[in-house]
C-alpha cells in the first residue's frame, strides 16, 4: 500500500513541475528591461537612435549583465545583427552562476544581412541564474535587439 502510494504521488507531481517549467519564458527587448523592473547592466552600450529597440556596442570592453533569475536558466535565443559585412567583432555569451563564477564562454556570431537569432542551450544541473554578453576584439558595431530566456525551476539538492 506505501508504494501505491508514493509511486501515484510521483506520477501526480512530475507532469505538474513540466507545466510550470513551460511556463519560465521571458522576452525583453533592451528598452523595455530598464523600465519593468529587471535591473540589467550595461557598461559601454548605447541605445541606437536609429533602430528601434536595439542597443548598439563598439567596443571590445562594453557588456550586458542579465538580472538575478529567481529560476536556472537553460536556454537564450539572442537576436543581433552587425553593423555591415566589413565588421569583425563577435559577441560571446558568459554563464555566471549564482556564486558569480564564469563558466566557459559561448561564441555567437551575429549575422551582418538582417537580425539574425542564436539559440543557446546551458545545462540545468548547472542551475545558470544570470549572463553576460560581451564583445571580441576586432572592428565595427554590434546591435542588439532582445534576449529570450527559458529556465526551470531551482532544486534543492537533498543534504
Not at 549572463?131 to 546591435?143: E, L, Q, R, V, W
Not at 542588439?144 to 526551470?152: D, E, T, Y
Request: glycine fraction near 4%; hydrophobic fraction near 40%; proline fraction near 4%.
Amino acid at each position: 500500500m506505501k508504494t501505491t502510494t508514493l509511486t501515484s504521488a510521483v506520477l501526480f507531481f512530475t507532469p505538474f513541475f513540466h507545466l510550470n517549467a513551460q511556463d519560465l519564458l521571458t522576452e525583453a527587448t533592451f528598452n523595455e528591461a530598464l523600465t519593468n523592473e529587471t535591473y540589467w547592466v550595461y557598461s559601454g552600450t548605447h541605445f541606437a537612435s536609429s533602430h528601434d529597440n536595439e542597443m548598439y556596442i563598439n567596443n571590445s570592453h562594453a557588456f550586458i549583465q542579465s538580472p538575478t533569475f529567481d529560476f536556472a536558466v537553460t536556454s537564450i535565443s539572442v537576436t543581433a545583427k552587425k553593423s555591415s559585412a566589413e565588421t569583425s567583432r563577435d559577441l560571446k555569451l558568459i554563464p555566471l552562476t549564482i556564486e558569480g563564477e564564469a563558466l566557459e564562454s559561448i561564441d555567437i556570431t551575429p549575422s551582418s544581412v538582417a537580425d539574425a537569432s542564436t539559440d543557446i542551450t546551458l545545462p540545468a544541473e548547472k542551475q545558470i541564474q544570470k549572463f553576460k554578453i560581451t564583445t571580441t576584439s576586432g572592428a565595427g558595431n554590434i546591435y542588439l535587439k532582445s534576449a529570450i530566456i527559458c529556465g526551470v525551476p531551482i532544486l534543492d539538492i537533498p543534504q
